[in-house]
DNA sequence: GATGAATGAGGATTCATTCAT
DNA sequence: CATGAATGAATCCTCATTCAT
């Protein structure tokens, strides 16, 4: 198999990269069972295709995952950095205004996380959470509720520090969490969401919803009083 | 044939009953294949399912539908109304202010969509969409469009009325769309969106978002400067 | 039903024309079946197409067969005629030469269940026999062996009266046979026999076949001899 | 990997025979597809059958053929050995006369086709091919035509040297194709052509046939006229 | 470990047959 | 009698999973 005539650092060369290669290897083929589960759904994968996809073949991905089920499971627990104390601690010492957190907040989960692969996790609980409570248990747990605490807090500070008026904080943080689900959803499920053919840029998108929303949550007294709805100002420009 | 001692309408009643039976039947096997396909997703479904649901046995359902396939186009086109020529005509003629008809936009979707069985489309249009293109630019053409155009007309309204500022009308267009699909979500992949056990009141959020909303909309000047930002909380500095 | 401002004599008609239907139905879904069995074969073929062919619906096939098996042996029944006693007398009280027999006797064939829709029970039993023993049993007895032993009289006749060589009987009994069944085949298995894009005339062929079958009975001595066979003899042509 | 105590060539069989058993899985699913579809028909016949036969479950089957249709298509293809050109070599090469070359020509077919299971290709052409279209098509081009073309090469050199009489061509190679055509049906159709209980012995047929057939080639002169219609017989008389 | 041939349970689809009207 | 809607057994085909090499 290492025939003696080739000098034995190429045979430690080969071993190793074989064996980065093996340790790889997991990591490979979750993510190519990512990508096709939110591509196509996990009933419509093949586990041939996974395989393919990381360049492996069929029987060597239950080499590493034991069933098809448990290759979904690892791809969700392994997508899911539990990166919310870290994110917990960096907004907790954000010197900013409570505006800029939120928008700071959005566009770093969008960096971090909605440009990335992991952000097709989302699409799949949606799509087969109903299929999998446990796996959805999981993701609401590890997901879900940190995530919507982290908004809730940021709001809260906003609220508390009276730079935001008292709105109804789960209300809030649902408009928050829909502005980055239609990010998710116009990433992962094709023009579902989108106008024909329209790219959307995200980074523009959150700014423009977050000037918006937080124009919402700043601004005083009833709707029908607002300097900018009469029609006596309809010169009121954006800056 | 027809024995005189019965009453001719009691002939005639039975003799509709298997006739009412079976022009229900295509009725009943969509609402059970809407209900299975959202709820499973469409390879996740069987066949068999669908029929039991709609208490028939296996083989009638393609008495009806010639495959599982047809039977998922038939769903989405039974339950895509085109009604947007009629809400069109309903919103040229509303006379109250613009904000008023967002609200009304919205909550009158909920209550004739969102909160029907048809709202399932879209969720099964966001999960499987990818895997039958042509529903999907089905989909995208007598919804997606339409729909999109209907609230950009709203908030063209708001602009040209000097009610709301010259925002970005994609993006805010996509803000309210952000807000349903939300809603819809909720309602079809568990608490994928959800706080856990938490019970969404859709007219009590869309009121909620609506007035963030149309508060964002209506307010001029600079965030920073919005008057909710009390002089009492100067700490509200931009970097 | 038989509403009363029509005349007696147009509901006799009527009542006629559905009787005289009624009674036609058999023979016409025997005949809808031999076609279909002999064109796609039994179990290709469907007992709606029967139905259809035959002008009714599907349920009504099964008042007058009680199942599709029966239908076929009712087809095969029904198209063998057991004329061959008829066939006989005809043949024993021939006048003219053995030659002619046979020749009469083919082309006889030929008109009288060759060139009908009765011949396509041989290839039926051709494609099917083997899946339905009893069937082919029975034609065997009916057609089969009659046939067999008519030719071999005619051949019999034609030896006794020294018209022809004493060749094997069997043998040149299947000769004959061959040469219906290829006419058959011809008939029923599109190319599977002919030239491309050939069109066969059975007398043509009939009597092509019956002029070199019935010179190779009479003539006597061994082939090699043949007084056409020598290359001295380039000129021998027929008359 | 290889331990030393074993003989090299005891692993060598080893891998050996599962790669020789893959390899011959094709061809021994052919064989069984190939008597089955003879003998059942092609839609009778269960692909989980054809699997038994072969002795591999009914999966295995679809990992060499991608459908059963396909399958019909390979049992075909396979079993066309398209051995004219060599033949027709054969029989330009041949020395002796032209009756000789016809004999040598049909016995030389049953023993290299007539004899084989490659003639129950014949037999399921004749009742599938209305089926299945373009397979008939191509059998009709790699058999159909050569097969005709080459007997019909044989009579042609018969009759170019004054061996036969002028015949129609056309109509003696279907003389000859019938008298194989018979010896197939025999054979792959019961007794659907032979006397009860008759075994025909194929050697023997073709000999007495060819027999016949080429002295009804080779006399010339009127059939009336034929020696053989000797003197003591003057009831032979043409009408 | 890695491979890919083999398996067989599972699901879509067909169609002979039944039966209420 | 005639109809055609309904049934469910039978069959093709897929694919997760196993296992010999």
Redesign the interface.
Same mark, same amino acid.
């Given at each position: $198999?290492f025939p003696s005539h080739l000098p034995a650092d190429t045979h430690q060369a080969l071993a190793h990269k074989r064996e980065r290669r093996k340790e790889a290897r997991p990591g490979e083929l979750l993510d190519a069972a990512l990508d096709l589960f939110v #591509?196509?759904?996990?009933?419509?994968t093949r586990m041939e295709e996974v395989a393919a996809r990381a360049g492996v073949s069929k029987g060597t991905v239950f080499l590493y995952f034991p069933s098809k089920e448990e290759l979904l499971k690892a791809v969700v627990r392994e997508n899911i950095a539990g990166r919310f104390v870290e994110w917990n601690a960096e907004l907790l010492n954000f010197q900013?205004?409570?505006?800029?957190a939120l928008k700071y907040c959005m566009l770093a989960w969008w960096d971090r996380v909605g440009a990335t692969r992991a952000s097709g996790i989302?699409?799949l609980?949606?799509? #087969?959470?109903?299929?999998f409570?446990d796996i959805?248990a999981f993701? !609401? &747990?590890e997901v879900?509720?940190p995530g919507?605490l982290l908004i809730r807090r940021v709001l809260q500070r906003g609220i508390d520090?009276?730079?935001?008026?008292a709105? @109804?904080l @789960? &209300?809030?943080?649902?408009?928050v969490?829909?502005?980055m689900?239609?990010l998710i959803?116009s990433k992962h499920? $094709?023009?579902?969401?989108?106008? !024909?053919d329209?790219n959307?840029d995200p980074h523009?998108?959150i700014a %423009? !919803?977050a @000037?918006?929303?937080?124009?919402?949550?700043?601004?005083?007294?009833p709707?029908?009083d607002?300097?900018?709805? %009469?029609?006596q100002?309809?010169?009121?420009?954006?800056?």
């Open positions: $198999m #591509e196509k759904g996990f009933v419509a900013g205004s409570t505006s800029e989302s699409k609980m949606v799509s #087969e959470g109903r299929n409570p959805a993701y !609401q &747990h879900i509720e919507h520090r009276g730079e935001f008026r709105v @109804d @789960d &209300h809030a943080v649902y408009g969490v829909a502005c689900m239609f959803l499920s $094709m023009g579902m969401c989108l106008k !024909q329209m959307l523009a998108y %423009s !919803q @000037d918006i929303f937080l124009r919402g949550l700043c601004s005083a007294g709707v029908a607002m300097p900018a709805c %009469s029609p100002n309809p010169g009121a420009t954006p800056a």
